[in-house]
């Protein structure tokens, strides 16, 4: 099994595991216990989102899988996972290298009162 094929794999797994997912383009970026966010980092790269309460707190793990070569043989994912538990009104910041003289894609991650949301935001360093 090549690394593509298995990155290609772990993310539909993670994907499945979360159904259903809502996109973080829709009005409502809120993400309830259990459900993904899918956010379009670039053209290449995506990121999936979801949280579960436990005990010690709120985890929140994101799926981020950037492709290079895509739709051909060379085809392949590079694929991390952040894990991390937020209180309440914490944030995280996921972003992924970018072509000189393109923008910057920022995904924040805020806990706001029972739900997590999920948006693209300006550069925050900027």
């Known amino acids: 099994m090549t690394n593509a094929t298995t990155a290609a794999g772990i993310l539909a ?3 499945a595991a ?8 829709q009005p409502d970026r809120t993400v ?4 993904a ?15 579960v309460s436990q005990a010690d707190g709120w985890h929140v793990v994101t ?7 895509q739709g051909g043989d060379t085809e392949k994912h590079a694929v991390v996972r ?3 538990l937020l209180l309440p009104g914490q944030s995280q910041f996921v972003s992924v290298p970018f072509a000189v ?11 706001r009162g029972d739900k997590v949301e999920a948006a693209l935001v300006p550069n925050p360093s900027s």
């Open 101 to 111: 003289g393109q923008q910057q894609q920022v995904l924040r991650i805020r806990r």
């Open 18 to 25: 979360v159904a259903p997912a809502a996109s973080a383009t």
């Open 37 to 51: 966010v899918v956010t379009e980092l670039s053209a290449t790269t995506s990121a999936v989102t979801y949280w």
């Open 63 to 69: 799926t981020v899988d950037s492709v290079t070569g």
């Open 82 to 84: 952040f894990a991390s």
């Open 13 to 15: 797994a993670v994907l």
């Open 32 to 35: 309830r216990e259990g459900q």
